[in-house]
């Protein structure tokens, strides 16, 4: 069996993060020992995903506090860099969620708050388990218990999650149930969280899969290749729309014309309920050069002008099911969450 990957890890009181930017060519751990480091680490997606998003900012509020006294610094810094830390992506709600969830028992001290960020941490690790089992139960109620083709986009696993992954961890589960023929993996451009991350986990679990452009997907899907398609979600609205790495709208319409499931698969950590609808969401621009640059060489003429999100929100009518680790949310059939 090969060894579980650990994106996240607290070690001799330090946080350990694995450097995604550098995989599957090379396996490399970075020890976080500021608040700016990990501001950094986010940013540049050292560390990316949703739910493990949110177990980063768990342990950046005790590194805070770490800092906060070898520095000296008054309430108000440490304040600004909590507030710094939590803005520090904005569409991924599980990264606020987390921050502020920490932060509000401040004055328990360090220790407390180090127990609370393993806590929040195991809390993820089952909550994969819950998705798995949900996600799989759904698949084999509406398509039959038999082998199935799936369709995935970004990287929804253990890289993402302190455990089996959401949409990877139901096909995870699925895969132990005997039902994975193969896995479509969407290469997920602009930096292919598919092709280098999904396809890495995929192959050291031994499920079978394909690499393919995202651009390949609406074929894949409108010829009968797929007979389900499963995304993760970086924020969910109360009425189910739901924000996920950009091109997953564009999976979800051609399943909506195939009459195949599109299933959400996310930790309840990721529905923000403060929000009604998908037009609240802040979806993240990123940087021209993540285009116009591919590693390291200019692909692009000099001064071109790009359009970048991050993410886009796929509307709840063309979603089948939102699965968390609580229940199978039937957006379809008109349930909100
Ligand atoms: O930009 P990323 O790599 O952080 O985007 C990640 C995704 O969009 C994932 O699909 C999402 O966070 C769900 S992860 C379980």
Request: proline fraction near 4%; hydrophobic fraction near 45%; charged fraction near 20%.
């Amino acid at each position: 069996m090969s060894t579980p990957i650990k994106a996240i890890d607290w070690k001799n009181e330090k946080l350990v993060l694995l450097d995604q930017t550098l995989l599957p060519v090379e396996e490399s751990y970075i020890t976080i020992e500021t608040i700016q480091a990990l501001i950094t680490a986010i940013q540049r997606l050292v560390v990316r995903g949703a739910p493990v998003l949110g177990v980063a900012g768990a342990y950046g509020v005790v590194i805070a506090l770490d800092q906060a006294a070898q520095e000296n610094w008054t309430p108000a810094q440490l304040e600004q860099a909590l507030d710094d830390l939590r803005d520090a992506r904005p569409t991924a709600v599980n990264l606020a969620w987390a921050v502020e969830k920490i932060r509000k028992d401040i004055a328990r001290g360090r220790d407390f708050i180090l127990a609370s960020a393993h806590e929040l941490a195991l809390e993820d690790l089952r909550s994969c388990i819950g998705m798995g089992n949900n996600g799989a139960d759904w698949l084999v109620r509406e398509l039959g218990a038999r082998s199935l083709t799936l369709l995935t986009h970004c990287n929804t696993g253990s890289l993402a999650t302190t455990g089996t992954g959401t949409a990877l961890g139901v096909i995870r589960e699925m895969h132990t149930r005997g039902f994975v023929k193969e896995v479509y993996a969407d290469e997920s451009r602009p930096l292919l969280q598919g092709a280098r991350l999904t396809a890495w986990e995929l192959m050291k679990s031994g499920i079978p899969h394909l690499i393919q452009p995202d651009s390949a997907a609406a074929m894949a899907i409108l010829s009968g290749r797929i007979d389900a398609a499963l995304i993760g979600a970086d924020r969910i609205a109360r009425n189910g729309d739901s924000a996920n790495k950009i091109g997953s709208l564009s999976i979800a319409l051609a399943c909506h014309e195939a009459g195949i499931p599109f299933l959400v698969v996310a930790p309840e950590s990721s529905v923000d309920r403060s929000i009604e609808t998908g037009a609240d969401i802040t979806i993240e621009i990123r940087g021209d050069e993540e285009l116009t640059f591919f590693k390291g060489i200019q692909i692009s003429p000099i001064g071109a002008r790009t359009f970048n999100p991050a993410f886009d929100v796929t509307p709840a009518k063309y979603i089948s099911a939102v699965i968390t680790e609580i229940q199978a949310y039937e957006i379809a059939k008109g349930e909100t969450l």
